[in-house]
């Protein structure tokens, strides 16, 4: 039998570990779709927590509903109804400079959640979630009393929380005591409604009619538009571009492929073989000399008339030079400078220093005289053993 050769088994192995990652890939991608249509009161979500039935029973009942979503957060035209129910994701400043202004002219928004993105929502309106130790499943009804249905069956509204606020222009319908569970507010002329528990909304609350009944009281007598389905802030997102560039880099799929194509390329590159010495040109054997590229930049330099930038850098180079061993800023203004380093060096010819500190500042200079200015500078850190640079 004859053996593979190890470009065979290179290349099979390559293939099987292309396959493999595209296959976990696509596996990690489904399951992140069944996580997203799991999450408690989706519209895509036919769990026990999800509201699939709410959306299909408001279509049977010919209410408008949308879900629909952009590439950042706006409301549909003509949306008369906001639903966010159960959001996962807090609910930002820039949200509300959308929601406000459609609320205050006439929309409605319900909000019904118990959990972390819901108490972003209530805080914008100064309430606040608290827990009671055990779930509660009998209500009191509050005043004013619905009948759009009429609401003569049992309310399982099935809360673990209740509201406290400072506020007092809200309306109470449903608590446990004196603790508020429903309740409702005008925001100049549109309304909200805040309940603790998103379980009316939810597949198995509307399996009761009595929660059927609370929902429909919620809707109507609603502004005249559409129920939209706050799926924004339970992490749904669209595509801005379609294309198989936006398919391979938001895709864990395309991430696969990505990976297995770079794994792939590494192969091939380790894999490689030099086939014999490097072939070297001619014109490339023999190289300038350092001094041709130093006298060249120089040239540059002086024609351009970079005399003043040049003595700056003499300049800072004697300061930091001098003051390196005493820790002494190079920033700091010469004359304060030079009555630092006295302190530390008392043979230092302060006067001196000055003046060449001050000349090298100089930007009206000629050739000659930056010349021996800069000699001057280079002599002055001979004189205490240190060099340019330094």
């Known amino acids: 039998m004859k053996r593979l050769s190890r470009d065979a088994w290179l290349g099979g192995g390559v293939i099987a ?5 595209t296959a976990v890939g696509a596996i990690y991608q489904a399951r992140q779709q069944v996580s997203a249509q799991s999450r408690p009161l989706t519209v895509a979500s036919t769990a026990p927590e999800g509201a699939r039935a709410l959306w299909l029973w408001l279509e049977a009942l010919d209410y408008p509903v949308s879900a629909a979503i952009t590439e950042t957060f706006a409301l549909p035209p003509q949306t008369g109804v ?10 930002t400043e820039e949200v509300w400079e959308t929601l406000t202004p459609w609320l205050e002219q006439g929309g409605t928004l319900i909000v019904a959640g118990e959990r972390y993105g819901a108490q972003t929502v209530l805080d914008h309106f100064d309430f606040e979630l608290h827990y009671f130790d055990t779930p509660v499943v009998t209500l009191t009804a509050q005043t004013p009393l619905w009948f759009s249905p009429p609401l003569t069956m049992p ?36 309304r909200v409604f805040l309940c603790a528990t998103p379980y009316p909304f939810s597949n198995a609350g509307l399996k009761h009619p009595g929660n059927a009944a609370l929902v429909l009281n919620l809707l109507v007598g609603r502004p005249d538009g559409s129920v939209w389905f706050d799926e924004w802030h339970h992490g749904a997102r669209v595509l801005v571009r379609a294309g198989p560039e936006t398919w391979l880099r938001t895709t864990a799929v395309g991430h696969a492929l990505l990976y297995s194509a770079g794994v792939i390329f590494v192969a091939l590159l380790l894999h490689g ?51 390196q061993r005493y820790r002494l800023d190079p920033d700091l ?10 302190s530390y060096i008392p043979t230092l010819d302060a006067p001196a220093l000055r003046d060449l500190l001050r000349n090298l500042r100089r930007s009206d200079v ?9 000699h001057a500078a280079v ?11 330094q």
């Open 273 to 323: 073989q030099n086939f014999g010495r490097p072939f070297v040109p001619p014109q490339l054997r023999y190289r300038r000399a350092p001094i041709e590229y130093i006298t060249a930049i120089a040239n540059l330099h002086r024609r351009a008339g970079h005399r003043a930038d040049a003595l700056r850098t003499y300049h800072r180079q004697l300061k930091r030079a001098l003051g």
């Open 379 to 389: 002599e002055q850190m001979k004189t205490y053993g240190l060099k340019a640079g």
């Open 333 to 342: 203004p010469d004359p304060e400078y030079v009555a630092l380093l006295e």
């Open 82 to 91: 906001v639903l966010v129910l159960e959001p996962s994701q807090a609910v």
């Open 155 to 190: 309310v399982p509204l099935k809360t673990r929380a209740y509201f406290t606020t400072d506020r007092a222009d809200f309306t109470t319908h449903f608590a446990v005591g004196d603790k508020p569970v429903l309740v409702s507010f005008q925001e100049q002329r549109g």
């Open 17 to 21: 570990l292309l396959l493999l990652v």
């Open 366 to 374: 000629s050739e000659r005289e930056m010349l021996q200015l800069v």
